[in-house]
């Protein structure tokens, strides 16, 4: 098991940066997300790393970084050029011991989410 706690949210203006950061207590995973969830839609994959390799959705290709250390069990999620689409509660989460699947469902341990708003 494993306890999860997002940091970093905020508000910005748009084409500004925010660094998320996810520390873990507990177990450490392999494979790390971050989602992100806005006001009446669904909670939507944003970035995952597995064995150092980061995968990224299109909608965020290029303007955000996901980062592992996993000796200090943290995932970080620095992300830049901030658009309105991007607000919302961005969530890590740790996933299965031997994939890493960009299905919110197929993750077992979730941080309580940190809130990013994107306005001017």
């Known amino acids: 098991q494993v306890k999860l706690v997002e940091s970093g949210g905020g508000s910005v203006q748009p084409g500004g940066s925010l660094t998320l950061t996810c520390t873990g207590s507990g177990n450490r995973y392999a494979c790390m997300g971050w989602f992100r969830q806005a006001p009446g839609k669904e909670r939507d994959w944003v970035a995952r790393i597995w064995g150092g390799r980061p995968y990224y959705a299109d909608s965020v290709k290029g303007r955000f970084t996901i980062s592992q250390d996993i000796a200090k069990n943290t995932v970080a999620l620095q992300m830049n050029s901030l658009k309105p689409d991007d607000a919302g509660l961005y969530y890590c989460?740790?996933?299965?011991?031997?994939?890493?699947?960009?299905?919110?469902?197929?993750?077992?341990?979730w941080g309580q989410g940190t809130q990013v708003t994107v306005s001017s």
């Open positions: 989460a740790a996933g299965p011991p031997n994939a890493c699947p960009a299905a919110s469902e197929d993750y077992a341990y």
